[in-house]
Each structure stands twice: as C-alpha cells, then as structure tokens.
C-alpha cells in the first residue's frame, strides 16, 4: 500500500536540523556526559573490588537486611570471579549517571503534572509514547546527536527510564491527602512549604519506588546501549550473541541479572524503610 502520510519524513527534517545546528551544544552534552561516566568509572575502578563489595554490602545490611547482604556478597564475588568486575563497574557507571540525570527531570516534571492539569494533560500523552516506543528507535538520534559511544548510550537510557519516576511523583502527590494541604495553608504555609514541608516527605515512599523502577529500566538499556559502544556488561552479551558464544553470553547476561537484583533489592529496602 502506498504512503499517504509520511511523519517520518518530517521527523527525519527535525532531526537533521537539530543535528546540524545544535552541534555546538550537544558537543557540550557529550564533554560532560563523557567526564562525568568516565569520573565514575575511574572511581569504582581505582577501588579495590572488595571495597566496593564492602560499600555494596554495607548498604544491603543497613536498608535489606542480613539475607539480602550475604546475597549481595556472593553476586559481587560470582562476578568478579568470572571476570566481568571491570565490565559491571563500567555498567553501574552509566546507570548511575543515567539514573541521576533522568531524576534530575522526573521529579519536577512529576511535581509540575500534580500541580498543574494542564501540564499533566500534555506530559503524560508524551510518557505514553516514550514508554511504548520501541527502545532501538532511541538510538538513531542519540547516534546522530552524539556519536557512537557511552554518552549515546546513558542519552537512549535516560529517555526510555524517565517515565516511571515522573508517574510515580505525580501519583504520589496526588496521594497526599487534601486535609492535611489544606491545615498546613490554615496555619499559613505558603506554596513551597507545603510542597517542600509537607508534600513530598508524604509521598517520599511512592517517589522511591518510581526511583527503583527507574534504576530497573536504565538496566534494561544495558545491552541496547552496547550496540553503539556504550561498553560494559552489554557489549560482552552482545559479543556472545555475535559470535554465538553461549558461555559468554550465559555469564554476561547473568552478570546483569546479579546487578539487577542486588539494585532491586537495596533500593525496595529504601521505599520499605521509609
């Protein structure tokens, strides 16, 4: 059948001229993306593994408890035993600066949809569509922006893991009962005290668990993001499908899965302990 609309087209236009004119700032976006990954990089991978582990276990201990600790120790140490320590750090990296900067925008993109209709009525049509587009479609302008590389990489995880948190801080305060909002404005509170005072530590446990969804996400990215040299643990899985290296793939993939759970678990026993 032939094309009648083609809003790929002008998407395309769209695209290409911000590539072209917006150079100047996305090469800036790029410096600091890179320094910031690479600065974390250097800081998990100066450490030695077990004092990483020791951190790692010591947050388990203090927010999941001893179950959760004994299961965070041997994650890391099946790791780096199989060899994949510097590939994790270099994972933990990018899901942390990805996971820091897509908060940075959540939280008050949330706050602006609980406080204002109109806003909530034009962002939540814009989560819909990036939380069902599919992730790859992502890495065409984060390649054409940026280059291939890790920037690229954390720019596609921080659009797809974004919308939980900006959901979830809407929902949460929303949740904040009215009679409360409306004593603390009896008593004279003005608008930022409310939010600020009140609001948030009320929905602080339904704004942790959007974080835990984002952090779960951003990990879902790994591997996509290897595909344009992100590095890391998504590169190796990558490289085990390529070369049909079921072993490597196995250990790769499982290596993730580790992550994924002991980041899971510390972060529920953040929300759980709140």
Known sequence: MEKTINLGQYVEIAINWLTENGKPVFDVIKNIGNSSIIGVEWT????????????????????????????????????????????????????????????????????????????????????????TMPAFVYLIPAVLFFSIGKVPGAFATIIFAMPPAVRLTTLGIESVPKDIVEAARSFGATNKQILFKVELPLAAKTILTGINQTILLSLSMVVIAGMIAAGGLGEKVLEGINNLDIGLGFESGLSVVILAIILDRITQGFVKKK
């Open 44 to 131: 998990l991978l100066s450490l030695p593994f077990y004092v990483v582990i020791l951190i790692f276990a010591l947050l388990a201990f203090w927010k999941a408890g001893k179950g959760i600790t004994v299961m965070t120790i041997a994650g890391f140490l099946l790791i780096y035993f199989m060899g994949f320590w510097k590939e994790t750090m270099e994972t933990l990296a990018l899901i942390f600066v990805a996971t820091l900067t897509a908060l940075i925008f959540s939280i008050p993109l949330g706050i602006w949809a609980a406080k204002s209709k109109l806003a909530e009525k034009f962002i939540h049509p814009l989560l819909d569509l990036m939380q």
